[in-house]
């Protein structure tokens, strides 16, 4: 098969597509034939070294969020036919590139799939498991009383967009930060207020909570209550001088029951994703390129 592999930590020139031998479903396995697979911040971390853990020695396949068709299914495997069309997540903080979903085909176990409906295309499949299941991870640290103020920065992106959503459904009021020239759309996500990225956070009134999805760090923390909880998508220094609030990461665990809630509700059309652009699996340094420069609207997704 082929696959997009990092070949060397560093930019995005390191990212090479390889040859490897086709995979093949053992007893309690899958194999998916990927049909789209989804660019994160994350992958770009993996490929420079800075993830948690220290960096992965080269080579490695990079990729968490892929949907396509099962293709085979090993013995032991209840609940999965060949033709059916599934997404799933590779729970990479565990592989850590022995398996990746920049591939035209992953061997996965069946508790990192979840069905894709009828009515969801491959693409916008592949956006939804890191990105909705970090943000509603998030939201669940929080805690909060009905009814609450929360702040979310980058509410344009993945993760930022599926909170503001959530966060809203749940009856809570959300303040979204959005990007240049992108709030109408984040208007859209029923939030009570979108503000532009240029504003100052200090100028606020107090808030209980802030998710924290770019991260912009200590300026998102400007408007916390005393007693108030800043929630980062990746870890950040300590707040200087300390203040009484708590300060917590949020880590993606794989939850399958959650994430087929999840694609459930974005099939439906109760949770809004997008995509910015397809792109050739052997274009996934381009694809790196472009997370990079962060403006996007919507996730850019490689297609094998």
Do not use: C
């Not at 990092?6 to 995005?12: C, D, E, N, S, Y």
């Not at 911040?41 to 490929?47: E, G, H, K, N």
Request: neutral net charge.
């Amino acid at each position: 098969m082929r696959a997009v592999a990092v070949t060397a930590l560093g930019g995005p020139g390191v990212l090479r597509v390889v040859e490897r031998p086709d995979p093949v479903a053992g007893p309690g396995e899958v194999l998916v034939r990927i049909r789209a697979a989804a660019v994160h911040p994350a992958d770009l971390a993996a490929r420079t070294g800075q993830i948690p853990g220290g960096p992965v020695e080269p080579p490695f396949l990079p990729g968490w969020d892929f949907a396509g068709e099962v293709l085979a299914v090993g013995d032991g495997v209840p609940g999965h036919r060949p033709g059916s069309r599934v997404a799933g997540m590779v729970p990479w903080y565990l592989t850590r590139g022995a398996v990746g979903a920049y591939a035209e085909f992953v061997v996965a176990r069946p508790d990192w799939l979840v069905g894709v409906p009828d009515e969801l295309d491959a693409a916008e499949a592949a956006t939804v498991p890191l990105n909705a299941l970090t943000a509603r991870q998030a939201l669940a640290m929080m805690s909060l009383a009905p009814g609450s103020t929360v702040l979310v920065t980058g509410a344009s992106g993945g993760v930022g967009g599926f909170a503001a959503q959530l966060a809203a459904r749940a009856g809570h009021r959300v303040i979204a930060v959005a990007s240049s020239d992108d709030e109408e759309w984040v208007r859209g996500l029923g939030v009570a207020e979108v503000l532009p990225r240029s504003t100052d956070l200090a100028d606020l009134e107090p808030v209980p909570a802030v998710l924290d999805a770019v991260p912009v760090g200590a300026p998102a923390a400007a408007p916390l209550a005393d007693g108030g909880i800043l929630v980062t998508t990746r870890p950040v220094p300590p707040l200087d001088p300390p203040r009484r609030i708590r300060q917590q990461t949020v880590l993606i665990r794989l939850d399958q029951p959650m994430l087929a809630e999840l694609m459930t509700e974005v099939a439906k059309g109760r949770l809004r994703t997008r995509v910015a652009a397809s792109l050739p699996l052997a274009e996934a340094a381009h694809a790196h390129r472009l997370v990079a420069a962060g403006r996007l609207r919507g996730k850019i997704v490689l297609v094998p």
